[in-house]
């Protein structure tokens, strides 16, 4: 395929810049620095190296590099580039989702005043954190637990359980330390402006993959959790989803109603929600995909490639997808967990990556790493994902080899002397 269009993209992977430029398109990058490598700007027709948060300066650099390169078209699928990208897209009249929705999918408690005002049956009580104070008077009126997030960071950073007013004092030390700080696990591309509570919403968590064309939701694939009520790092993802044909129906059809509600019209989405006693409620949503293999557990299972779709309905070249695609397959993701302390032996990695019925297969400890307790995703020391033909199947696989294929041995620190009297 060859054109001589050309497309901004804001950020991403290899496989964002890859599929972008299977297109045949010229491609402008503006990638962090923090990102940047040397796939990329081998692939690239020019990369602009800045920090894509900063609008600033993102602004003149992308008003300059359309009067060279003359792209018709900004995309970006991921979490730190989409406000960048919508804002270019408004200000060059390119079309595509606008800012203020992408805003109100990133900023949690913007969602949850949107769906408030808009009486949506998917919501839960929320209220922003103003002082100390506020805390407690929100454990009265919704009760305990409740949940306390960030309102724009990402993987589950910085979220806490409230489960009685016992928590507070140390919870509001914990907000005070990270309120105005950068994320510094994982990335520094978010910064923590607020927190929002939450009312807690039981029962089993789901996330659903869409794509919208034009208003139009096209649900991809219902994908189920693996969690651990002990803390926020999500255990892994498996699709289809084990969900009765009721029980399917009731979370798809809450998520193009949400997505109706908020706005979206176009591209990728990633909307996570608890099955309730009551009903479906979304607990966030994001316009792209969804992270932690869900790209390629999709692919695999459904032979649909959201990240090709990503990059190629916004400057049509692709045709709509029809509703509600079959599974051909099953696939699972299973992060690998250790008990903290310090990692002294690592195998069993390249005998489970050859396997065959292994998608993929990464760890990011070796000998000598620390392991720390499990907060949130960015505490996770690898992943194993796998294809099977039945979704038990690929759940029972993955479990095998992250539990007993992957070894990793960690000596457990020694408790702290007890001090001297």
């Known amino acids: 395929m060859a054109t001589d269009r050309a497309m901004l993209l804001v950020g991403g992977t290899d496989t964002h810049v890859d599929r972008a430029k299977s297109l045949g398109l010229r491609i402008v990058l503006i990638q962090h620095p923090e990102k940047i490598n040397s796939f990329q700007t081998s692939r690239a027709d020019a990369v602009l190296m800045v920090d894509y948060t900063d609008w600033d300066t993102v602004r003149p650099l992308a008003e300059a590099a359309r ?38 999918m990133r900023d949690k408690g913007e969602m949850r005043r949107h769906l408030a005002a808009a009486g949506s049956r998917l919501t839960v009580p929320s209220e922003p954190v103003d ?52 994320t510094d696990r994982g990335t520094s591309l ?19 993959e869409t794509f919208s064309f034009a208003g139009r939701h096209v649900v991809v694939a219902v994908t189920e959790k693996l969690v651990d009520e002990a803390h926020f790092a999500e ?63 999709v692919r695999t299972a459904y032979g649909i490639d959201l990240a090709a779709l990503g990059v190629a309905w916004p ?40 396997r065959p019925d292994v998608l993929s297969a990464h760890l990011s400890v070796r000998p000598g790493d620390t392991v720390r307790p499990v907060r949130d995703n960015w505490d996770r020391l690898g992943f194993v994902a ?11 696989l993955c479990e ?22």
């Open 67 to 104: 009067r060279v390169w003359d792209f018709d078209t900004v995309v970006s699928l991921t979490e730190g580039g989409l406000e960048t990208a919508a804002r270019l897209n408004d200000l060059f009249g390119f079309g595509g989702t606008p800012h203020h929705v992408v805003r109100r």
């Open 131 to 182: 002082g100390p104070e506020s805390l407690a008077a929100f454990g009265t009126r919704a009760g305990y637990p409740f949940i306390v997030k960030p309102t724009d960071t990402t993987a589950s950073f910085g979220l806490q359980r409230v489960d009685g007013p016992e928590d507070l004092p140390a919870l509001w030390e914990r907000l005070e330390h990270l309120l105005g700080r950068r």
């Open 190 to 208: 978010f910064k923590v402006s607020g927190f929002l509570m939450e009312a807690y919403v039981d029962g089993p968590e789901f996330s659903v």
């Open 235 to 297: 255990l892994g993802h498996a699709v289809p989803a084990r969900l009765s044909p009721d029980d399917r129906a009731a979370v798809t059809d809450a998520v193009r109603e949400f997505l109706t509600t908020v706005g979206l019209t176009d591209g990728p989405g990633h909307t996570e929600l608890r099955l309730s006693a009551k009903g479906p409620v979304v607990i966030e949503s994001h316009n792209r995909i969804g992270g932690g293999t869900i790209g390629d557990l």
């Open 315 to 354: 400057a049509r070249l692709v045709d709509e997808l029809p509703d509600d695609p079959q599974p051909l397959a099953a696939a699972c993701t299973r992060f690998v967990l250790r008990s903290p302390g310090t990692v002294t032996a690592v195998a069993g990695l390249d005998e489970v990556a050859a």
């Open 386 to 396: 796998v294809r099977a033909d039945s979704t038990d199947a690929a759940v029972e």
């Open 400 to 421: 095998r080899l992250v539990d007993r294929e992957i070894r990793i041995d960690v000596a457990a620190e020694a408790p702290a002397p007890e001090p001297v009297r």
